[in-house]
């Protein structure tokens, strides 16, 4: 095995000192998870580009294309850099990007101001993907307590959920009295305490020599390009993303459609985060009772399927059109963990960093033929021909899973052999199975941080 390619060393015991650091960045891990999403303007955000910047409903999409793009380019190359140089230097780039961002997009004015704003939130989202959940099962693997990835990654954004639908509503009132913009900025001021947790974390130790940028990007690329297993969940976490991505968008225009006034909308978005909350708190659990075979198949079909809800007049049909945020979590969790199971610590940001550029693709190539068919036809035509062509490569990414030989919560081979973290001598061997619960830690994604 050559120099780059990292050779694995005798498995350590893990002494007091490093367990104790590894439960501090879980428990820190907690908090930061639900300040870094401190966002205010999740239900008035689409309204403040049409009336504020005067922006049409298809121009929103392109520029959430745009932000896809961004995302597109930086997403690969930040999960390196977070393999190799550690992932608490690149959550730090990540929330100083994602300020600045908030920033300009609540004080700039004209097209090009947003699109440095909304590039600047692609960077942000695309050096924190990857990076944070590599963290977080880094942080479990030298106690061996890997198990509780799943329930603890749905439950950090189950919290994140909840917070969403309680702050979502008061930024909504808060713009019966205030700019659509006070919102924005206001969450740039309490983004900031993210940061000081960040610094206080520890990144997890490595149990191989750092590999070189070049041996990274190429290694993490190619297992995922000859693995069918892989590229398939890679694909099926795609489909979720884009159906969440278009509902997230075209929820407040179809409010707006239904007859409800602006400043109601956040009461109807906290609805959905709420729904988003719920299929993240149970992901874990969902992922073992249903087993994959299941989940990966219906969730994304039923996610897919639920965007013609937008095609009726009746309003009591949002109810569906809300299931792909329970939906994305579902899949995404337990995504992350197939994933992650797969790869060693020298490739786990990569390996996730490449699953969300795949969604970004995707989002990049779908938002402007919606948007298109928005403007030039109806909102119902292109919640059908999304709905129908999500639906359809959901299938296909699914049969290629199923057919794949590897369709098991774990592994059959352990990545590389990777050895399993020990008790150091004078300490008491970690249980065999520890418990799932958080130990006190707020236990609570949208998709994407980005307003």
Do not use: C
């Amino acid at each position: 095995m050559s120099a780059d390619a990292g050779t694995p060393a005798n498995p350590t015991p893990v002494d007091a000192e490093l367990r104790r650091a590894m439960d501090r960045n879980i428990s820190l891990l907690g908090w930061w998870w639900w300040l870094r999403f401190f966002w205010l303007g999740e239900a008035i955000w689409v309204i403040y580009l049409t009336e504020e910047h005067g922006l049409s409903l298809g121009e929103v999409l392109f520029f959430e294309a745009a932000y896809a793009a961004s995302v597109l380019v930086t997403e690969i190359p930040s999960g390196i850099l977070a393999d190799r140089f550690g992932r608490r230097r690149v959550l730090l780039i990540s929330g100083v990007v994602f300020i600045g961002g908030l920033l300009t997009f609540g004080l700039g004015e004209g097209l090009l101001l947003l699109l440095l704003a909304y590039g600047a939130f692609g960077v942000s989202d695309a050096a924190l993907s990857g990076a944070d959940q590599a963290l977080l099962y880094d942080s479990l693997e030298p106690n061996g307590r890997t198990e509780e990835f799943e329930p603890k990654l749905g439950r950090f954004n189950a919290l994140v959920m909840a917070g969403f639908a309680i702050m979502t509503v008061g930024g909504s009132l808060m713009v019966r009295w205030t700019p659509l913009s006070t919102p924005i900025l206001l969450s740039a001021v309490l983004t900031v305490p993210s940061l000081l947790l960040v610094m206080r974390m520890t990144d997890p130790p490595r149990r191989r020599g750092r590999s070189s940028v070049r041996a990274i990007g190429v290694g993490a690329l190619k297992r995922i390009a000859t693995t069918r297993a892989m590229w398939s969940v890679v694909l099926i976490n795609g489909v979720s993303t884009v159906a969440i991505s278009l509902m997230a968008i075209l929820q407040q225009p179809l409010l707006i459609k239904f007859g409800f006034p602006v400043w109601s909308l956040g009461a109807f978005v906290a609805v959905q985060l709420l729904i988003g909350a719920a299929g993240a708190w149970v992901a874990g659990a969902a992922g073992l009772r249903l087993g994959l075979h299941r989940l990966f198949l219906f969730v994304p079909l039923i996610s897919s399927l639920s965007l013609l809800a937008g095609i009726s007049d009746w309003p009591w049909m949002y109810a569906f059109f809300l299931l792909p945020g329970a939906g994305y979590h579902l899949v995404y969790t337990n995504a992350s963990g197939f994933l992650s199971r797969r790869v060693t610590e020298q490739e786990r940001a990569t390996v996730i960093s490449t699953a969300s550029m795949v969604s970004s693709s995707a989002t990049v190539a779908v938002t402007p033929v919606i948007g298109l068919l928005v403007d030039g036809s109806s909102l119902d035509t292109g919640l059908l021909v999304a709905s129908l062509g999500l639906a359809a490569v959901a299938l296909l990414a699914y049969v290629a899973w199923r057919t794949s030989g590897d369709t098991t919560r774990d592994p059959a081979v352990p990545p590389d052999g990777a050895p399993r973290a020990t008790s150091a001598p004078d300490e008491p061997a970690p249980p065999a199975e520890a418990p799932l619960t958080d130990e006190g830690v707020p236990t609570f994604v949208f998709p994407r941080r980005r307003p």
